[in-house]
Nanobody
Framework: QVQLVESGGGLVQAGGSLRLSCAAS????????MAWFRQAPGKEREFVAA????????NYADSVKGRFAISRDNAKITVYLQMNSLKPEDTAVYYC????????????WGQGTQVTVSS
């Protein structure tokens, strides 16, 4: 069974940084587009950032542009989300997601990792 396992969440003060990691269980994920989403209490899950299978293309939600950076290490089958200048409104459960090349929906999901930013 395919697994995506997130780690790196925690409690940080506003202005601080965290790096999230998402490790995949199968090497085929090294070719898959990958993304990070987040869900704050009482809100719908929202897109944060995505990266192509090669790592050559990325895109970000406007709310995190210039502060967050998505990257991947295909040798380790791991995707990262570097989060800088964190704000209290970044508080959420962060989910890693993947999709097969050519698919239009994200259909592999991790269990999520909590990020809490205190003011």
């Amino acid at each position: 069974q395919v697994q995506l396992v997130e780690s790196g969440g925690g409690l940080v003060q506003a202005g601080g940084s965290l790096r999230l990691s998402c490790a995949a269980s199968e090497r085929t994920f090294s070719t898959y587009p990958m993304a990070w989403f987040r869900q704050a209490p009482g809100k719908e899950r929202e897109f944060v950032a995505a990266i192509s299978g090669s790592g050559g293309n990325t895109n970000y939600a406007d709310s995190v542009k210039g502060r967050f950076a998505i990257s991947r290490d295909n040798a380790k089958i791991t995707v990262y989300l570097q989060m800088n200048s964190l704000k209290p409104e970044d508080t959420a459960v962060y989910y890693c997601s993947g999709r097969t090349p050519g698919a239009t929906t994200w259909h592999y999901w991790g269990q999520g990792t909590q990020v809490t930013v205190s003011s």
